[in-house]
């Protein structure tokens, strides 16, 4: 049973460019989170899709977009890169649209870099 | 959600048991308390999860007292590989898609 796959691992972009980060959630899951971890930090909210729509929202500005697909997987997309954006992206995956003491399975992030 | 604080780190040595505690003054009726174990490089995962008094797993115990105002988290008789960071989240489980507010965490160091 697969858990939370991200892809990629880790990439290196450049000031001003997009990216497209890439999540498949847990086997059985059809709702995702992504986060955003800063070193050092705690992971912070960036939002939620559920039945392909955004759910929930953090305090992130319209630069971050994403996408849930019919078979529950999920992209987010970042545009105009800035130095700060550098962070692990990590993808949670839930059963429904999940209530607190449904929890949370983390893959193990993509590592961004921006140069 | 209620804010929690914990401190931002901590040492042990193999064996010994840890107990981490956390503050949550203004937790309100239906919030659960639950803690996640972070790993370098990995995305965190799920510990345990109480309401009040006490919680055992497999893992970890969680205690509670009765005014819930604060949370220990006991891992017992810890190893090397238990070196993480531990979050602790306080939610109410009966809202439906609360995100998750992670802090800073604990990181915990263990020694040999």
């Known amino acids: 049973d697969a858990g939370v796959t991200q892809s990629p691992t880790h990439l290196i972009k450049t000031r001003g460019q997009q990216v497209t980060l890439r999540c498949s959630p847990k086997s059985g899951h059809d709702t995702v989170s992504w986060y955003q971890q800063a070193l050092g930090q705690g992971p912070q909210f960036i939002f939620q899709y559920y039945e392909e729509e955004e759910r929930q929202r953090g305090n992130f500005p319209d630069r971050f977009s994403g996408h849930q697909f019919p078979n529950y997987s999920s992209e987010l997309n970042v545009n105009a890169l800035l130095l700060g954006d550098s962070a692990l992206y990590l993808c949670?995956?839930?059963?429904?649209?999940?209530?607190?003491?449904?929890?949370?399975?983390f893959g193990n992030g993509t590592r961004l870099t921006v140069t | 959600l209620a804010k929690t604080t914990q401190p931002i780190s901590m040492d042990s040595y193999e064996g010994q048991e840890v107990n981490i505690t956390c503050s949550h003054n203004n937790i309100a009726t239906n919030d659960y308390i639950t803690w996640y174990q972070q790993f370098p490089s990995q995305g965190p995962r799920f510990i345990i999860q109480g309401y009040k008094t006490k919680v055992t797993n497999e893992v970890a115990s969680l205690f509670i007292p009765a005014d819930r105002k604060s949370s220990t988290l006991s891992l017992p008789r810890v190893s090397l590989s238990d070196t993480a960071v531990y979050y602790c989240?306080?939610?109410?489980?009966?809202?439906?898609?609360?995100?998750?507010?992670f802090g800073k965490g604990t990181t915990l160091s263990v020694s040999s």
């Open positions: 989240l306080v939610g109410d489980i009966d809202q439906a898609g609360t995100a998750l507010i």
């Open positions: 949670a995956s839930s059963l429904g649209q999940g209530t607190f003491n449904s929890p949370l399975h």
